[in-house]
């Protein structure tokens, strides 16, 4: 009998901190089970072997911030059959895209000797502005439980099943009381998608937004709340510009408070 051919799976990096791509190292136990079912095909975090596509699964960390990254990623995309974007910067820009609110020349002159040799985009982008995606991880870094969610989804041939409710949600099935309710402390949580477990407000802190906006965000709601909280528009500006902030809800409250 003919053996059954494996998955090729292949991770990408762009534009990132590397932190998505450890917290795929980071699943241990679970990944040397996957490895069974799947064969690692391209890794340079992992290891030097690498074999050519296609493949049948790419996750790509990581933004567009260069027209080398531009290309690449068209390349990545005509060879893979599924794209997952992974992380805040393959989703949102990253914190990279601080720069999309300015000149990216005046960083340049600021940051580099010769500037001139600096070769770069205007702004960081996600992977979907350039190429189809067919599924997104969230968060900075991801969860590793939804990256395998995700992965034995595909293996299984079912769709996954990822959250697209807030992190207050979370927060109500760990029992936890709200911070802005009960202590005053301004809380990106009720617009925020859910998948850290609610881990800064179980320690009584508000919600960074590490994951992005959930669906529905309503973030003009939440801005006016952290106003009759007493949170000034420069701090309120900040909290919507953090690692998701050019993610199109918080990118839209960034930009009426900017006004």
């Known amino acids: 009998m003919k053996p059954t051919r494996r998955p090729r799976v292949a991770v990408w990096k762009f534009a990132s901190c590397d932190g998505c791509q450890l917290t795929v190292l980071d699943c241990e136990d679970e990944l040397l089970a996957l490895a069974e079912a799947i064969e690692i095909a391209y890794f340079p975090e992992a290891t030097r072997a690498s074999s050519p596509g ?98 034995t989804a595909l293996l299984a041939g079912r769709r996954p099943n990822l959250p697209v409710y807030s992190v207050c949600e979370e927060c109500k099935r760990k029992g936890n009381p709200c911070v802005m309710v009960a202590r005053g402390v301004p809380c990106m949580g009720p617009v925020t998608q859910a998948g850290c477990g609610a881990l800064c407000p179980s320690f009584a802190r508000g919600c960074y937004a590490c994951f992005g906006p959930c669906e529905g965000a309503n973030v003009h709601a939440l801005d006016a709340a952290l106003a009759k909280l007493g949170v000034g528009e420069e701090d309120r500006l900040r909290a919507f510009r953090g690692f998701n902030g050019y993610a199109e809800p918080f990118r839209e409250a960034a930009e009426a408070l900017n006004r």
């Open 54 to 151: 296609p493949y049948d699964v790419s996750l790509v960390e990581g933004s567009i911030t260069t027209r080398n990254d531009a290309k690449r990623i068209l390349k990545v995309r005509k060879q893979s059959r599924i794209v997952v974007a992974i992380g805040a910067c393959a989703t949102a820009g990253g914190i990279q895209a601080l720069r999309n609110h300015a000149d990216v020349a005046d960083y340049t002159r600021a940051v580099y000797a010769h500037p001139e040799w600096i070769e770069t985009l205007d702004k960081s982008t996600p992977i979907r502005n350039h190429v189809y995606v067919d599924y997104e991880l969230r968060g900075c870094p991801i969860a590793k439980g939804q990256l395998l969610e995700l992965v």
